[in-house]
């Protein structure tokens, strides 16, 4: 399996959900990129990570923080089964907790959760496991995830 992984052609993170198509989804917000991380080897993945924010000095008591950010997060494995069985299982062990929701449109084990401020999408795309993390100070978890959900259909 690791030699499966290494001959892998990783997916980068900004590459997924680019600065445009955030942007598209938040009319009216300037984003920027905070982080952009290409692929790295970690154990049995390669790992990528993509950071965009806006509104940062727009809040009174924390100057350096954004109103708004959204976090892709790209492992690449072995292969598709391992993916979707990665996947599968999160799904699964998730399922019961009220904050998680089912995304069939976007893939048949992806799935939202709800947190304090955030939500995060889990799906798959071919043989990489890909997380997106919407967070919004101001809007609803339902908006968050229909954001979110936006961003995903393009994948």
């Known amino acids: 399996e690791f030699e499966q992984v290494k001959a892998a052609t990783p997916l980068v993170a900004c ?11 938040y009319p009216g917000l300037t984003f920027t990129v905070k982080q952009n991380s ?7 993945a390669w790992d990528s990570r993509c950071e965009y924010e806006a509104g940062v000095g727009t809040i009174e008591f924390a100057k ?4 708004h950010s959204v976090q892709v997060f790209a492992t690449t494995v072995a292969n598709e089964a391992r993916a979707q069985e990665h996947l599968k299982s999160r799904a ?18 992806a799935y939202t959760v709800r947190g304090t401020g955030t939500v995060s999408l ?12 919407v967070s919004e100070l101001k809007s609803s978890n339902d908006e968050k995830i229909t954001k979110a959900l936006a961003l995903a259909k393009g994948l």
């Open 38 to 44: 290409a692929p790295q080897m970690s154990g049995y």
């Open 64 to 67: 350096t923080q954004p109103t």
């Open 92 to 109: 699964e062990s998730m399922a019961g907790e009220a904050a998680y929701k089912a995304q069939p449109e976007i893939g048949p084990s």
């Open 122 to 133: 889990y799906t798959v795309k071919g043989q990489t496991e890909i997380q997106l993390l």
């Open 15 to 25: 590459d997924l959900i680019t600065l445009e198509e955030v942007s598209a989804v």
